[in-house]
């Protein structure tokens, strides 16, 4: 059976080096890139409906957007990417994705696109390496 691998992608420049090394790692993984949003709602902390309605149309299209980035970076290794779009806070998302989906191993950058990072690790990466049941490699 191949490895199952789970790659969050915001597109910013550690998580493009994540998705380079797990394709070039594990080429005959499957592989998932996550895009992990947080809704406005649930950014200001409004009620929580239906996860899909919470998204406005340019975090949609931004989602999209990243998930082109991501298949092409991976046609660049003639590979191919599942993609999946969850909304929610991104370090519990990640690792719930990551438990009901059997995922195998976590790979991820070191820091967001958001600006707010710790000095080592972002806070993100570092809810997903205290949580996750799984192996977490940290790519820079």
Excluded at 51 to 66: K, N, P
Excluded at 110 to 138: C, D, F
Aim: charge should be negative.
């Amino acid at each position: 059976m191949d490895q199952r691998i789970l790659v969050p992608f915001d597109g910013s420049d550690s998580s493009k080096a994540a998705l380079d090394r797990a394709l070039e790692e594990n080429p005959d993984a499957e592989i998932t890139v996550l895009n992990a949003l947080e809704s406005t709602e649930l950014a200001y902390g409004g009620v929580q409906g239906s996860a899909a309605e919470s998204l406005t149309d340019a975090q949609r299209e931004e989602a999209e957007e990243l998930f082109e980035q991501a298949e092409e970076r991976a046609a660049a290794y003639d590979s191919s990417v599942r993609t999946a779009l969850e909304v929610g806070p991104p370090g519990e998302v990640i690792v719930e994705y990551a438990e009901e989906h059997d995922v195998d191993h976590i790979i991820m950058g070191s820091h967001g696109r958001s600006g707010l990072s710790r000095i080592v690790v972002g806070s993100v990466a570092e809810t997903v390496v205290r949580n996750a049941p799984i192996t977490v490699t940290i790519a820079r």
